[in-house]
């Protein structure tokens, strides 16, 4: 709760009779709902009101309303509630086994999921792990993989879908090439090939920047990298792989691509094993926790 409710001991009993009367708006309905009598009601929002030192509620003709303060509770009492759900749904710790296949385009398979899943792997030593890096999408359905990370709106199907994040895109470049922008020349860019020229940020670069020169086409962003480290030109790059890249500064033309969405995917239907919804939920939290670097905020 806020700060200013912090000033007595807190039964969470009482939190989950005052929740119970927020939503009901009176003694009788509440207490039905409680299999309690109106007295016990009344009795625990008074030792709630008394913890907290505020009044939660003003009663009129209609019942009980929620006051400012009781609305703010209300909010803490919820966020207290789906955790007390979230913890009883919690399964007893079981070793985890069995192989779980994971595909994702190279850069993010290279960069961020094998790393990040070193740490799983650490905690569960008998857990095998597979990585496709790929930007060639393998078939959940006929289960080339059971968990994919996948750049952009996944088609409607038999695919349970989690929109993780969003992916900046920002132009990279030596501080050499920085300065000559700057001075008023004109970009080299560095590209997709001709197989790579269908992608999104292929597309849009090529629409933005009609009559650049190429410098050089590679078929993936780890060469891409390299290659603007060499000085080659500017390439197009995802934001949480070469911002903190200490030979590369972001370059300013005056247009940026728009953001696009990272889901995440499983196979719809029956529960999967707990080991892929282990991993699931890991990568899931992992790339959550650093939304900012992939936003490029």
Not at 57 to 83: C, H, I, V, W
């Amino acid at each position: 709760m806020h700060d200013h409710f912090r000033t007595g001991r807190i039964d969470w009993e009482d939190v989950r009779f005052f929740a119970a009367l927020a939503r009901h708006g009176s003694l009788s309905a509440t207490a039905r709902t409680l299999r309690v009598n109106h007295a016990t009601v009344s009795r625990r929002i008074a030792a709630l009101e008394a913890a907290v030192q505020v009044k939660l509620f003003k009663r009129d003709p209609n019942g009980y309303q929620l006051t400012d303060a009781g609305r703010q509770a209300l909010q803490a009492a919820d966020t207290m509630e789906s955790a007390a759900a979230a913890l009883s749904r919690l399964e007893p710790e079981t070793a985890l086994t069995g192989l779980v296949r994971v595909t994702a385009t190279p850069s993010l398979a290279e960069s961020f999921v094998i790393p990040k899943l070193a740490a799983l792997q650490r905690q569960h030593p008998l857990l095998e792990l597979e990585i496709n890096a790929e930007r060639r999408p393998l078939s959940l359905r006929r289960h080339q993989s059971d968990i994919a990370l996948r750049i952009g709106r996944p088609e409607k199907g038999e695919l349970r879908a989690r929109r993780a994040v969003s992916l900046a895109y920002r132009f990279y470049g030596t501080p050499a090439w920085r300065e000559q922008i700057f001075a008023g020349a004109s970009p080299r860019f560095i590209g997709f090939d001709e197989a790579g020229a269908d992608f999104p940020e292929a597309q849009w670069l090529a629409a933005q920047f009609e009559n650049a020169p190429m410098a050089l086409r590679c078929n993936n962003i780890t060469g891409q990298i390299v290659a603007a480290r060499a000085g080659f030109g500017i390439a197009l790059l995802p934001h949480f792989l070469a911002a903190d890249d200490p030979d590369l500064v972001e370059i300013d033309l005056s247009r940026t691509p728009p953001l696009r969405e990272l889901w995440l995917l499983t196979r719809h239907g029956a529960q999967p094993p707990q080991r892929i919804r282990v991993v699931a939920d890991f990568l899931f939290d992992a790339i959550r926790q650093e939304r900012l670097r992939f936003e490029g905020v």
